[in-house]
């Protein structure tokens, strides 16, 4: 399993059916792979709940996202297992199929929500648009397997 995470002062998400956005926070562009399992999404979400990249009075990145009162979007993103090997036109193969990927995909999303953090998502399977103001900027990539962080 793969997460993208931005640290934003904003982002946002829109689809057909679905319209959500947040301030602070996380934006988490979650991929599930072939071999990604529920226990890769434990690490991961708790991970991403303790990870402290907020500044404290100092500056210093010391604040997890309890202490800013912060929220995720968490948005998926088969397309951070794309193959690029081979050809100009990525593959796929590389990502869980659907059924799979949304189960593991919303039980993140609760994991997450189980360490007392807002979470909104994007719809899972979706055209959507996307929008965010990275703040820092921030991007770290999170990635487990066999249930353990990489």
């Given at each position: 399993?793969?997460?993208?995470?931005?640290?934003?002062?904003?982002?946002?998400?829109?689809?057909?059916?679905?319209?959500?956005?947040?301030?602070?926070?996380?934006?988490?562009?979650?991929?599930?792979?072939?071999?990604?399992?529920?226990?890769?999404?434990?690490?991961?979400?708790?991970?991403?709940?303790?990870?402290?990249?907020?500044?404290?009075?100092?500056?210093?990145?010391?604040?997890?996202?309890?202490?800013?009162?912060?929220?995720?979007?968490?948005?998926?993103?088969?397309?951070?297992?794309?193959?690029?090997?081979?050809?100009?036109?990525?593959?796929?193969?590389?990502?869980?199929?659907?059924?799979?990927?949304?189960?593991?995909?919303?039980?993140?999303?609760?994991?997450?929500?189980?360490?007392?953090?807002?979470?909104?998502?994007?719809?899972?399977?979706?055209?959507?648009?996307?929008?965010?103001?990275?703040?820092?900027?921030?991007?770290?990539?999170?990635?487990?397997?066999?249930?353990?962080i990489q």
């Open positions: 399993m793969k997460v993208v995470l931005q640290k934003v002062s904003q982002a946002k998400v829109t689809s057909e059916n679905t319209q959500n956005e947040i301030k602070q926070g996380f934006l988490l562009l979650v991929g599930v792979g072939q071999e990604s399992t529920y226990a890769d999404a434990d690490v991961i979400a708790k991970k991403i709940a303790k990870t402290r990249i907020f500044e404290d009075q100092e500056g210093k990145m010391n604040l997890d996202i309890h202490q800013v009162g912060g929220e995720i979007l968490s948005i998926s993103q088969f397309t951070i297992y794309a193959s690029v090997k081979k050809g100009n036109r990525p593959g796929f193969t590389n990502a869980k199929s659907p059924d799979e990927a949304l189960k593991i995909y919303e039980y993140f999303n609760e994991q997450l929500a189980s360490y007392n953090i807002n979470v909104k998502t994007g719809e899972f399977g979706a055209h959507m648009d996307v929008s965010l103001i990275n703040d820092g900027p921030i991007t770290i990539i999170f990635e487990s397997k066999d249930g353990n």
